[in-house]
């Protein structure tokens, strides 16, 4: 009635993962019973003391329904604010489970169903979704489940002095607890139509700007990048103004009810008053005390309104975990020792299963399917591997690597033949078109070439790899990448705070602090897109020397565009596609020696590198 079926999948799954207290949670609704119930308590003693004064009683029989008010007031102030700390208590703990949840997911899960969503897409559903989902708690499920116990104790306390008005009272509540919010979750679903894709945009196009705020206006096109950034806040506004409009409607509503029920109560209580088979005094409680009642019921608007806004919400990141199918299960997965993207443990093909270590990957030729399981020592191995990016064309095929601690790998290619794309693969974020693959899929690391370098110390960045890594160990990888004297001449050190506002890094420091990460990892495996991007040819190949220099308990696959660097490299695997009607295949390999004195091609592109 309220939610769609797939709407109602969603959020019970990402509820899971918001793991919400329920001590904490059945405390927070004990409290808002208790404030509640002070303010309905207050109205109803308010308007008895009123009634009872205006007889002019002697004032020892007004006292203790004055102390009543006095107690009724401070309590409910007080149980509103304990409300507001235990719910919100709930709600942020629940949001940093959630957002723990959809990492360690997106870490060891399958990633292919993430190709077509953009990084604003992608943040604005860890961000503002989670933050939607989050106040599903305080805004949706602590008011109505409020709202609903109050009001059946207050239609049960009216019914005790006249069950006509208690009957109107119910009607009234009713009406408020079902009509405004129907209206509200129109309006709702109005706004979020407009606001979501609105929203997604904002954030890409806030993106855009800050980080290629220079290149833009170069290019000419910041003008242009920011007409689309105004167009999609414009968006946003239009959606929430066209559903005000309704919500206008929905309060509106809750403003009939409470005064239908005062009214009500007054018609079906006034002649009974009038027979004389109802007290005066309780005639100004069953009247007022709807106005109190009916506190509660003016939030579940508002309450229906967050749960349409909270699902939406759910179904993008349930999204954004992909199929259930797909998704790792994090009492069995293992922290991701990473450099700084995905990787997956527990995936279903193309992935490796930490429970199943004496498995391995198989292609169904005849089905085109593909089987994966892991490999219980520390290496990667894949036969006749064919690739390409999930409902994408088939980029290369034809491939074999046999990578274990100890051996040294290069990948060289023209840019766009799918080195990047090989390096997915192997890492086990997306499956292979078909072929053998078997991995350790938690003992593999891999570092991208837009790996990102967060907004915190140096230190803190490498340590992204492991978390333990000492400040001495830091210097040292740093200095191994070539940023020692980088390094000492920061106002901090490694304790130097980097990113906007701060210490900015070129386009190489950036690279070289993403290999000294990489280094960092724990990983016995490694892999690297493009390390000696943005660095001049004699600093991109001292940098490619060290990491290919030779280390018994780490393996390296590299995949780079240069070769003059490749001299320590045991195996060279060269990509090109000879027939442009076929998909990229191995078209060389073996040791750059070798390479350079059989292949005039790969000589020939060697010699294209010296100055």
């Known amino acids: 009635m309220f939610l769609t079926r797939d709407e109602r999948k969603a959020l019970a799954r990402v509820l899971h993962l918001l793991a919400v207290d329920k001590a904490n949670l059945a405390l927070s609704v004990l409290i808002g019973c208790l404030g509640m119930g002070s303010a309905i308590a207050l109205g109803a003693t308010s308007a008895w003391l009123i009634a009872k004064a205006s007889q002019h009683p002697p004032v020892l029989e007004l006292s203790v329904a004055a102390t009543a008010v006095r107690t009724f007031g401070v309590a409910r102030a007080i149980m509103r604010y304990l409300q507001r700390v235990a719910s919100h208590k709930v709600a942020l703990l629940g949001m940093d489970n959630l957002r723990q949840g959809i990492y360690a997911h997106l870490s060891r899960g399958r990633a292919e169903h993430l190709v077509s969503l953009t990084r604003g897409d992608i943040l604005a559903r860890a961000g503002a979704d989670v933050d939607d989902v989050g106040d599903l708690v305080v805004k949706a499920v602590l008011p109505a489940m409020t709202t609903s116990i109050l009001a059946l104790a207050s239609v049960l306390g009216i019914a005790l002095v006249s069950p006509e008005a208690a009957l109107v009272l119910a009607l009234c509540l009713l009406t408020s607890g079902l009509v405004a919010p129907l209206l509200s979750m129109r309006a709702t679903r109005m706004a979020q139509t407009v606001s979501a894709r609105a929203r997604a945009d904002l954030s890409e196009h806030s993106l855009t700007i800050l980080e290629g705020a220079s290149h833009l206006q170069v290019a000419g096109r910041l003008s242009e990048a920011r007409a689309a950034l105004s167009d999609a806040e414009d968006r946003v506004l239009d959606g929430a103004a066209r559903s005000a409009r ?38 100004a409680v069953v009247v007022l005390t709807p106005l109190a009642a009916f506190e509660g019921t003016s939030e579940m608007g508002m309450a229906a309104a967050q749960l349409v806004r909270s699902a939406k919400a759910a179904v993008r990141i349930d999204e954004l975990l992909g199929p259930e199918e797909h998704r790792a299960d994090d009492a069995e997965g293992a922290p991701v020792a990473d450099t700084g993207t995905t990787l997956a443990d527990k995936p279903g093909p193309a992935l490796v299963d930490k429970a199943d270590p004496d498995a391995d990957l198989t292609a169904d030729e005849d089905a085109g399917e593909t089987a994966i399981a892991g490999l219980g020592a520390p290496a990667l191995h894949a036969v006749d591997l064919a690739i390409g990016w999930p409902d994408g064309p088939l980029l290369v095929e034809g491939i074999d690597v046999d990578l274990a601690p100890g051996r040294r790998v290069a990948v060289v290619g023209p840019s766009g033949i799918g080195k990047t794309t090989l390096l997915m693969t192997l890492a086990g974020i997306i499956p292979p078109k078909s072929g053998r693959l078997s991995g350790a899929g938690p003992q593999v690391s891999v570092t991208a070439e837009d790996a990102h370098v967060f907004a915190t110390t140096v230190l803190e960045n490498i340590r992204v790899a492991r978390a333990d890594v000492t400040e001495e160990e830091a210097l040292q990888l740093l200095a191994r990448v070539g940023l020692g004297h980088w390094v000492e001449h920061l106002p901090q050190g490694v304790h130097t705070l980097l990113g906007s506002g701060s210490t900015t890094v070129s386009g190489g420091e950036r690279r070289r602090l993403l290999m000294a990460r990489a280094l960092a990892s724990p990983c016995p495996i490694v892999l690297l897109d493009e390390a000696g991007e943005h660095l001049d040819p004699a600093t991109a190949d001292a940098l490619v020397a060290t990491l290919l220099a030779p280390d018994p308990d780490l393996a390296v696959l590299l995949v780079t565009h240069r070769l003059s660097a490749l001299e320590e490299a045991d195996d060279i695997i060269v990509l090109d596609r000879p027939d442009p009607a076929r998909p990229a295949c191995v078209v060389a390999r073996g040791r750059h020696e070798d390479l350079l004195a059989a292949h005039p091609t790969y000589r020939n592109a060697l010699d294209k590198e010296k100055p």
């Not at 009810?257 to 005062?262: D, K, L, T």
């Open 246 to 283: 309704v919500m206008g409607l929905a309060q509106g509503v809750d403003r009939f009810a409470s005064g239908a029920a005062v009214v009500g109560a007054l018609v079906v209580a006034g002649p009974d008053v009038a027979s004389g088979t109802l007290a005066a005094l309780a005639l």
